[in-house]
């Protein structure tokens, strides 16, 4: 493909400038969401794309612009496997090039009749853009092809800003007061022991944190998890909890080698609006339906943003002297300084 830098007098002037974002893969949709030959926009990082997808089922993440006259792409229609501009018509192919300008059918179109194409991809239920040249491989969700998990997608869920939602979803020590009857006991909160936070090639990783949850998975059943996390780019998560059922009338229910497992992305729309889109994994003898995963991740999904959308600065701080931080909460503090090294300023306090 003959991917393009658009001309600087198509980019947003005050967007994201961040080459950490721009060259990272991020989840724009569902891949369920996009059947063959229909279009859908997107905004990403402040830009406009549009994603289509073709006959052969491949994937297209274009710039949500007609090089022609400017005109909004995801307003026209696929036809003979072309994406036809909404204003005069123009038909461009799969490889971005126009094929056919109705005004002068007999013409053969000139190159630089191209639209702007960046990186797409389908993977893990999801699809992906890459709006610069992407530095590395979509992050691995290992449990994709494993046959002993059964995999749903949750959400969409609405946060304001993409890396509080993040942060949230590794931070352990709201459970009890956040979510009280499902990941916590509001009168019992679970003491935090210390535990530890690495950084390797793939990014962050914490040890095991163990909490109490009275409505730990998708079960429903009162169990003790040991938490796993991992962050491996700045708008994508990863964690991994082994499960003891508490109740000893319920040990039928589970195995020692049960777990559940989450991958979580964030799409930010702008600096101050995203989309998390997760999927869940689940081991369990007795797989629970999709309806029953849902059910409970909406519930937390909902508890969850009702405060960290509350939260100010509504950016998240890079500079730890804006916030209060303690040994619980290591995973965030070494979250916030890594996205500090990686050069990340944009949804940023103090940064784009």
């Not at 942060?167 to 979510?179: A, K, L, R």
Request: with cysteine.
């Amino acid at each position: 493909m003959n991917y393009q830098t658009p001309p600087s007098a198509l980019l947003p002037e005050n967007g994201c400038q961040d080459q950490a974002l721009l060259n990272d893969w991020h989840v724009v949709g569902y891949s369920r969401e996009l059947e063959a030959g229909q279009l859908m926009p997107i905004t990403l990082l402040e830009r406009d794309l549009v994603a289509w997808r073709d006959e052969q089922g491949e994937v297209h993440v274009w710039e949500d612009l007609c090089v022609h006259r400017g005109a909004q792409l995801s307003k026209g229609w696929v036809q003979d496997n072309k994406l036809v501009c909404p204003y005069h018509g123009w038909r461009y192919d799969g490889t971005g090039a126009c094929a056919l300008m109705p005004s002068a059918p007999s013409e053969k179109p000139m190159k630089k009749a191209h639209t702007i194409i960046h990186h797409a991809q389908d993977k893990y239920g999801f699809i992906w853009a890459c709006i610069g040249t992407p530095a590395k491989d979509i992050p691995v969700f290992a449990e994709w092809d494993d046959p002993a998990y059964k995999l749903t997608h949750c959400g969409p869920y609405q946060f304001r800003s993409g890396y509080r939602a993040l942060d949230n979803f590794v931070d352990p020590t709201h459970f009890s007061f956040v979510h009280p009857g499902v990941n916590g006991i509001s009168d019992e909160p679970d003491e935090i022991p210390p535990y530890e936070v690495h950084e390797g090639e793939d990014g962050l990783y914490s040890s095991e944190v163990r909490v109490n949850q009275p409505y730990g998975d998708p079960r429903n059943i009162h169990v003790i998890s040991f938490y796993s996390y991992k962050i491996m780019r700045p708008l994508v998560a990863y964690l991994r909890k082994r499960l003891e059922i508490v109740d000893p009338a319920h040990q039928d229910q589970g195995d020692p080698a049960d777990r559940f497992c989450t991958y979580f992305t964030a799409q930010q729309v702008d600096a101050t609006t995203s989309i998390v889109r997760i999927c869940c994994g689940t081991n369990f003898a007795k797989q629970p339906t999709d309806e029953e995963v849902r059910r409970r991740q909406d519930i937390v999904y909902e508890q969850d943003s009702g405060i960290v959308d509350t939260q100010r600065p509504e950016r998240i701080p890079v500079e730890l002297r804006y916030e209060l931080h303690h040994r619980s909460d290591l995973i965030g503090l070494k979250y916030r300084n890594w996205l500090k090294s990686l050069g990340v300023t944009y949804g940023i306090h103090g940064g784009v």
